[in-house]
């Protein structure tokens, strides 16, 4: 529980800084400040407290970093789709692979034989996925449509966001006019953006049903915006395209002659350059050969299995979305791959170390899981002894838990790790690590 503090200015130098990209300054009780950046001193007001810290609202900056940079977005200040404007590009990646690092070292008492070459590109209109908040503000008599606030539950009044992708990057504001026209504009919370290299679509959560007026409206947008409506009345059954029927989005991986199709509520990774990147940079690790035998866990919509199937004999992919694995299928499918076997499991559930599809010699893993990490399946992982085990890893923390379980509880050799930089200027660590039997 948290309760607001006096706003009695501080001045402090910021010691580091926190995994969500905030300066942390130790003047007694640490205070979180987001803007401010190591070394620098600073003026600063608490703003709540914590039981472990206060957060903080930086007032102004006395000596600032080198390293600070002029935020290229206008919103920066108030939006909080992005901790890390202020910080420049290259030593945004420093920070991410020193974070890395140091998980590795203080929690899973572990280092790598070698560091691998972080994983960069653009940085600016990347993000081909997004959740955005929707509101009506009387008080503005407008529709706001964008990001929360960076310290508070309101959405950020911006008008344009420059790491979405094209063209979605252009319709914050002709969505806000949108939604101010409309009839359920106070009914309409949310959207989601998805852009395919072929289409985009926007999912729209409505909690009441739109009048005829409305989906002349929405039809309308749709022709003038060259995009694909989806409305969603309830959970993810009930999204359903404005126009059917709407195109299927895709995204290509070129190194491996594969395309993927996905629907607009599916996950993708983020930053699809990135992502190139990232699958072939885990398919170099393995070192495959025709007759590699792959077993790849959390495997989505097949984004590793896929390509992992061009390179080796046989990959046995498994998922516990059984709608995404259903469309993985299909990929594999349109992509002439019958090499690879799909299995829907809940791979937290204790069954599923029973399952019939780990049976059979594996030379290689790809660990692929959400941000809880792998650690219920890291010992039948390890029975299997794999030649080499790759592990791609959204958190940092349970990445090191589950490397320190690897190295020190079953022997593996912890070969090379490294960070992608999939999230620009936000505080979200991508990371990879690979490991052999010892």
Known sequence: MSRQLPATPETGVVDALTHDGEGVVHAGKAAFIPGALPGETVVYLRRKRFRSHDEAELREVLQASPLRVTPHCPHFAQCGGCA????????????????????????????????????????????????????????????????????????????????????????????????????????????????????????????????????????????????????????????????????????????????????????????????????????????????????????????????????AGAVVAVEGDAGLVERAKANAHRNGLPNVDFHVADLFAATALEAKWWQGDFSHVVLDPPRAGARELLPRVAQLRPKRLAYVSCHPATLARDLGLLVHEHGFRLLAAGVADMFPHTAHIESIALLEPG
Request: net charge neutral.
């Open 84 to 311: 890390l404007q202020h910080l420049s590009a290259a030593s945004q990646v420093e920070v991410k692979f020193q974070q890395l690092r140091d998980n590795l070292q203080r929690l899973g008492h572990v280092e790598p034989e070698r560091w691998l070459q972080p994983i960069t590109d653009v940085v600016w209109n990347y993000r081909r996925r997004a959740r955005l908040g929707a509101r009506y503000v009387h008080k503005r008599e407008r529709s706001l449509v964008g990001f929360r606030e960076r310290q508070g539950s309101f959405i950020a009044a911006i008008d344009a966001c420059e790491v979405l992708a094209e063209p979605a990057n252009r319709l914050i504001a002709p969505l806000s006019e949108l939604f101010t026209s409309l009839s359920i504009r106070e009914r309409l919370p949310q959207v989601e953006l998805a852009v395919g290299e072929n289409a985009t679509a926007l999912v729209l959560r409505v909690l009441s049903p739109p009048s005829p007026q409305d989906l002349d409206a929405l039809r309308a947008f749709e022709l003038q915006h060259g995009v694909s409506l989806f409305l969603q009345s309830g959970g993810l059954n009930t999204v359903q395209p404005l126009t059917p029927p709407a195109p299927a989005l895709a995204y290509t991986l070129p190194e491996f002659d594969v395309r993927l199709e996905f629907l607009p509520t599916d996950f993708v990774q983020v930053n699809a350059a990135i992502n190139r990147q990232l699958v072939g940079r885990v398919i170099e690790l393995l070192e495959l050969e025709p007759k590699s035998r792959v077993l790849d866990l959390f495997c989505g919509l097949g984004n590793f299995s896929l390509p992992l199937a061009r390179r």
